[in-house]
C-alpha cells in the first residue's frame, strides 16, 4: 500500500466551518487504495483560533490525522504571519525527519516556506513531489501593500523561492489553468500539469439545498449575495455604491446579502448603513447554513479589485452550483472568459460603480434572463465543480508518479 503525504497548515476537517479539499482528496485516495495522512496546523486558518483537539481526536475518517504546532496570527496580511509559517515549517520538518518516508509528498502552496522545506526534503530522498497550488505569492500580497519603488526589492525574494520551488516539483496541480501555468513557466522538467478546481461535491451541495426552508424573515424583493472574505481583496463597497444608485433610480427592491467575515467587515457594514441600502452581514456560517442561504438568493457577486491576483476561487464555485448569474469585476482572464462565453452572467469594469449598476439592472429586471444565467452557471458547475468527476484527476497524476500504485485488488475500479 502506497503512503501519500498530504503537507498543508490549511484544512478543515468535519465539524468545522469549511468544504476544505484536502479532507475530500484524502478520502478519495483512501478509498482508492493508498495509505494517506494530512499534516497540518493546530491553527484553524479561519477563525482565526487555536484548535481545541489534537489529530488522534479527528474520528471516523479514512486518513491518519496530525496537528503540528503553530503560533498563528491575527491578520492575512502580516509579519506575525510570515512568522508563524516559519515556525510551523521548521515544526513540520522536525516531524517529517521522525516518520517513515512516505511515497509521495502532496503539498499544497502557499505558503512559501513550508512548500520550499518539503520540495527539498523530496529531493533530497528522491520522493515524487506534487503541488497544489491554490493562490500566487507574493503576487497576492502585491494587491494589499505594494509600496513605490520598495516593491520589487521586497518581494523578489518570495518570488525567487516560489520560482524554485515551482522548479523542483515533478508534477503541478493547480485550481486554475493561471496558476498552473505560473509554474510551470518556470519548470523545465515538462512535468504533467492539471487545472482542477476547487469545487464542491454536487451531491451534498444538492441534498443541503433541499432542506433548505424559507426564513420566518426573509426579505422580499432581489437578493443579491456574495459569500467569503471581506478583505482588501473584495470591493464590497461598490456592490453597495451600486445598489444605492439603482436605488436613487426608483428601484428599493434590492436586499444584499453579505456572508463571510473578515478584517473589513465592520468597516463594510459600516459604509452600508450610511448608504441607506437594504443589507445584511450575516458573518461567517457553517457551510450547510451558507448553501441554504445562498440558494435563497437571485444573483451572485463577484467584486475582486482591480490587480488582485486570484482566479477561479472557491465563491464561484459555490455561485455555479447554486445556479445563479454572477456580475463579476475580476479581471482575471480565465474566469472572464467563462463568463462571457457560457453566459453565465456579465463582466464589468472593476471599481465602475455605474457599469456594475447596469448590470445589475439587467438583471434585476429580466427574470428570464436570470434563470437562462443561472442555468448555464449550474452547467458549469456539473462539468467543472462537481468533485466526484473532476478530482479523479488528481489521483491520475498521483498514480502516474507511481506506476505500481496499489494491488489491482483493493483498487476501486
Same mark, same amino acid.
Given at each position: 500500500?502506497?503512503?501519500?503525504l498530504?503537507?498543508?497548515?490549511y484544512?478543515?476537517?468535519?465539524?468545522?466551518?469549511?468544504?476544505?479539499?484536502?479532507?475530500y482528496?484524502?478520502?478519495?485516495?483512501?478509498a482508492?487504495?493508498?495509505?494517506?495522512?494530512?499534516?497540518?496546523?493546530?491553527?484553524?486558518?479561519?477563525?482565526?483560533?487555536?484548535?481545541?483537539?489534537?489529530?488522534?481526536?479527528?474520528?471516523?475518517?479514512?486518513?491518519?490525522?496530525?496537528?503540528?504546532?503553530?503560533?498563528?496570527?491575527?491578520?492575512?496580511?502580516?509579519?506575525?504571519?510570515?512568522?508563524?509559517?516559519?515556525?510551523?515549517?521548521?515544526?513540520?520538518?522536525?516531524?517529517?525527519?521522525?516518520?517513515?518516508?512516505?511515497d509521495l509528498?502532496?503539498?499544497?502552496?502557499?505558503?512559501?516556506?513550508?512548500?520550499?522545506?518539503?520540495a527539498?526534503?523530496a529531493?533530497?530522498?528522491?520522493?515524487?513531489?506534487?503541488?497544489?497550488?491554490?493562490? $500566487?505569492?507574493?503576487?497576492?500580497?502585491?494587491?494589499?501593500?505594494?509600496?513605490?519603488?520598495?516593491?520589487?526589492?521586497?518581494?523578489?525574494?518570495?518570488?525567487?523561492?516560489?520560482?524554485?520551488?515551482?522548479?523542483?516539483?515533478?508534477?503541478?496541480?493547480?485550481v486554475?489553468?493561471?496558476?498552473?501555468?505560473?509554474?510551470?513557466?518556470?519548470?523545465?522538467?515538462?512535468?504533467?500539469?492539471?487545472?482542477?478546481?476547487?469545487?464542491?461535491?454536487?451531491?451534498?451541495?444538492?441534498? $443541503?439545498?433541499?432542506?433548505? #426552508?424559507?426564513?420566518?424573515?426573509?426579505?422580499s424583493?432581489?437578493?443579491?449575495?456574495?459569500?467569503?472574505?471581506?478583505?482588501s481583496?473584495?470591493?464590497?463597497?461598490?456592490?453597495?455604491?451600486?445598489? &444605492?444608485? $439603482?436605488?436613487?433610480?426608483?428601484?428599493?427592491?434590492?436586499?444584499?446579502?453579505?456572508?463571510?467575515?473578515g478584517?473589513k467587515?465592520?468597516?463594510?457594514?459600516?459604509? &452600508?448603513?450610511?448608504?441607506?441600502?437594504?443589507?445584511?452581514?450575516?458573518?461567517m456560517?457553517p457551510?450547510?447554513?451558507?448553501?441554504?442561504?445562498?440558494?435563497?438568493?437571485?444573483?451572485?457577486?463577484?467584486?475582486?479589485?482591480?490587480?488582485?491576483?486570484?482566479?477561479?476561487?472557491?465563491?464561484?464555485?459555490?455561485?455555479?452550483? &447554486?445556479g445563479?448569474?454572477?456580475?463579476?469585476?475580476? #479581471?482575471?482572464?480565465?474566469?472572464?472568459?467563462?463568463?462571457?462565453d457560457?453566459?453565465?452572467?456579465?463582466?464589468?469594469?472593476?471599481?465602475?460603480?455605474?457599469?456594475?449598476?447596469?448590470?445589475?439592472?439587467?438583471?434585476?429586471?429580466?427574470?428570464?434572463?436570470?434563470? #437562462?444565467?443561472?442555468?448555464?452557471?449550474?452547467?458549469? &458547475?456539473?462539468?467543472?465543480?462537481?468533485?466526484?468527476?473532476?478530482?479523479?484527476?488528481?489521483?491520475?497524476?498521483i498514480e502516474?508518479? $507511481?506506476?505500481?500504485?496499489?494491488e489491482? #485488488?483493493?483498487?476501486?475500479?
Amino acid at each position: 500500500m502506497k503512503d501519500v503525504l498530504i503537507v498543508t497548515n490549511y484544512c478543515q476537517f468535519p465539524g468545522e466551518s469549511g468544504n476544505n479539499r484536502y479532507t475530500y482528496l484524502a478520502d478519495m485516495l483512501a478509498a482508492e487504495g493508498f495509505e494517506v495522512e494530512i499534516v497540518t496546523s493546530t491553527f484553524n486558518h479561519k477563525t482565526k483560533s487555536q484548535r481545541p483537539f489534537t489529530g488522534d481526536d479527528v474520528k471516523n475518517v479514512s486518513y491518519k490525522t496530525t496537528l503540528i504546532n503553530e503560533p498563528g496570527y491575527p491578520e492575512n496580511v502580516s509579519f506575525k504571519r510570515l512568522y508563524s509559517h516559519r515556525i510551523i515549517a521548521l515544526n513540520i520538518m522536525n516531524y517529517v525527519e521522525r516518520r517513515k518516508l512516505p511515497d509521495l509528498i502532496y503539498c499544497p502552496f502557499p505558503p512559501i516556506t513550508i512548500g520550499k522545506k518539503m520540495a527539498e526534503f523530496a529531493k533530497r530522498n528522491r520522493i515524487p513531489f506534487v503541488i497544489d497550488i491554490q493562490d $500566487l505569492w507574493p503576487e497576492a500580497f502585491r494587491m494589499v501593500f505594494n509600496p513605490p519603488f520598495l516593491s520589487n526589492i521586497l518581494y523578489r525574494p518570495f518570488e525567487r523561492a516560489a520560482n524554485k520551488i515551482f522548479g523542483q516539483v515533478d508534477a503541478i496541480v493547480g485550481v486554475s489553468r493561471t496558476y498552473v501555468d505560473r509554474a510551470y513557466s518556470v519548470n523545465r522538467k515538462n512535468v504533467g500539469r492539471s487545472s482542477v478546481f476547487l469545487g464542491t461535491d454536487l451531491n451534498h451541495f444538492d441534498s $443541503l439545498v433541499e432542506k433548505a #426552508e424559507l426564513l420566518s424573515d426573509e426579505k422580499s424583493g432581489i437578493k443579491v449575495a456574495y459569500i467569503g472574505t471581506l478583505g482588501s481583496s473584495y470591493d464590497i463597497n461598490l456592490i453597495t455604491d451600486a445598489i &444605492a444608485l $439603482l436605488k436613487r433610480e426608483g428601484r428599493t427592491d434590492i436586499h444584499f446579502v453579505v456572508m463571510g467575515e473578515g478584517p473589513k467587515r465592520e468597516a463594510f457594514a459600516q459604509y &452600508a448603513q450610511r448608504s441607506g441600502i437594504s443589507y445584511e452581514f450575516t458573518g461567517m456560517l457553517p457551510y450547510e447554513a451558507m448553501v441554504k442561504r445562498l440558494s435563497q438568493c437571485d444573483i451572485a457577486v463577484n467584486p475582486i479589485r482591480k490587480g488582485a491576483a486570484q482566479s477561479i476561487i472557491n465563491k464561484v464555485g459555490d455561485y455555479a452550483a &447554486a445556479g445563479l448569474p454572477v456580475v463579476n469585476t475580476q #479581471e482575471n482572464e480565465e474566469y472572464r472568459t467563462y463568463v462571457d462565453d457560457l453566459r453565465i452572467g456579465f463582466n464589468c469594469i472593476p471599481g465602475e460603480s455605474k457599469d456594475v449598476a447596469v448590470k445589475m439592472e439587467i438583471l434585476c429586471s429580466d427574470p428570464d434572463l436570470r434563470k #437562462e444565467m443561472g442555468a448555464n452557471n449550474r452547467k458549469f &458547475a456539473e462539468t467543472n465543480f462537481d468533485r466526484r468527476h473532476t478530482y479523479p484527476e488528481i489521483v491520475r497524476v498521483i498514480e502516474n508518479l $507511481l506506476p505500481e500504485t496499489v494491488e489491482a #485488488e483493493s483498487r476501486v475500479l
